[in-house]
């Protein structure tokens, strides 16, 4: 594979998932070393210790087979609530911690340079930066995987809320509607995210399927109770788009996530969708993501360089 990144400092990367902690060197060149996965280490409370012991053995790994590679920061990204500014998390629903300093805990850890920024928005950056969303100014990043969020780009720039901007999938979509795991009801993803669908038309099935693909596989086939489920979800993401649309203009939209890997399936659909509830507004072109399963990875060496060009 070509190196997405291009050259620059060579930087440690890793991205905390639910469940997975995905963690690589990044050579001079910008290629991913030694790219790993490791089951996330959660416990009932404190994660960050545990996160931090394991990220810190996976680096010194690193170094040491590819001895002449000199890492000079650190890139470390997370889900949950994320002051990238403070390089706090704030609140991380599955992994158990509040308001931990894991910028300043891993440049202790590591002795280097560190950024901790949320996963979506690192994996939005590499893909507006990186993919051919980088022709357009104002661009959004929509992962649809297990959760919905967003990455947003105004002017060229990520807008962060520090940390609260682009919960898109928090969005009421259905007032009263389908409990979500945010304690709201009728959110985006608790209707559309690929979780959703399969949790959903599980309900009505006599015969279980691993995961929103096979629901689009069964709605295909005549499965009724599978079509109303996804329809229901292309519906969600039409209107929810919608609404994002209306508020920021964006150019682009660049759909992400497990859920995207359904192409025209899914593209078209809810382009008509989203289309469809416009008049006056912007339309935004609807792309697909392109830098695929490391773009985590990616967004956070593009973080940790870009703290080394900060005076
Ligand atoms: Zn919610």
Redesign the pocket.
């Known amino acids: 594979m070509t190196s997405l990144l291009g050259p620059g400092a060579p930087v440690l990367a890793f991205d905390v998932g639910g469940t997975d902690l995905k963690s690589a060197l990044v050579a001079p060149d910008g290629e991913l070393l030694g790219v790993q996965r490791t089951p996330t280490p959660v416990q009932p409370e404190h994660t960050e210790k545990s996160v931090l012991e394991t990220i810190t053995r996976l680096g010194a790994a690193l170094r040491e087979q590819h001895p002449s590679i000199s890492p000079e920061a650190v890139g470390l990204i997370a889900p949950g609530v994320v002051d990238d500014e403070r390089g706090l998390g704030l609140f991380a629903e599955n992994l158990n911690w509040h308001d931990v300093p894991f910028r300043d805990l891993a440049e202790k850890a590591f002795g280097l340079p560190a950024s901790f920024t949320h996963d979506v928005r690192a994996a939005g950056e590499a893909e507006y930066r990186l993919g051919p969303a980088s022709a357009y100014r104002d661009a959004l990043v929509v992962t649809i995987g297990t959760g919905i969020a967003a990455a947003i780009f105004i002017d060229g720039k990520p807008v962060a809320g520090d940390g609260y901007a682009g919960e898109l999938?928090?969005s009421v979509i259905a007032p009263g509607g389908e409990p979500?795991?945010?304690g709201?009801r009728g959110?985006l993803?608790?209707i559309a995210s690929a979780a959703s669908i399969t949790r959903r038309y599980n309900r009505l099935t006599p015969s279980p399927v691993p995961g929103a693909r096979e629901v689009l596989e069964r709605a295909r086939a005549g499965d009724t109770d599978a079509e109303a489920v996804w329809i229901t979800a292309l519906d969600a993401l039409g209107l929810g788009l919608s609404h994002a649309t209306a508020l920021l203009a964006p150019e682009v939209i660049v759909l992400g996530g497990g859920l995207a890997q359904a192409g025209d399936a899914l593209f078209n659909p809810v382009r008509e969708r989203l289309y469809s509830h416009l008049t006056f507004h912007r339309r935004p072109k609807l792309m697909h993501a392109s830098i695929g399963q490391n773009a985590g990875l990616v967004g956070a060496a593009l973080r940790a360089r870009a703290v080394l060009e900060t005076p």
């Open positions: 999938g928090h979500c795991a945010c709201g959110c993803e608790a």
